[in-house]
């Protein structure tokens, strides 16, 4: 990224080259916002985690600017340090504001926080699973007696409330 930002250019080749440089430096700006700026050039698509190719297509989706879409995303915080899931809600926050809607199926409390909506599943996996626990606010689900969630997210943000 810093090659991009860097490079050193003539009056003509920057008048050439503005509109690319644009686009290639907003590129790589959604790529380090979904927590990839770890990943190299050289690397196979094949190699990648589920959750990083999650993030290359929400890294595309941002860059297109595309409104009025639906994505259902599967755990993508998966394997983020905390920094880079803050970067995380921040685009999932701004594919919402663009007029899309976001689906988010996470275990992350930081992520569940963040939320407009919450839909609990449970009470737990498999066979016991499956049914509604909860469903509505972050604030309602704070208040929740059925929910299992709210006591993992009041710990999280407990100094926030």
Known sequence: MLFFKNIKLDKYEAKIGKRLLTEINNRLQFLTDVGLSYLTINRTSNTLSGGESQRINLATSLG?????????LDEPSIGLHPKDTERLIGVLKDLRDLGNTVVVVEHDVDLIAAADYVIEMGPAGGKKGGKKIFQGSVQQLLKSKKSITSSFVKKAI????
């Open 64 to 72: 297109s600017s595309l409104v009025g879409s639906m994505y259902i």
């Open 158 to 161: 407990g100094p926030l409330i």
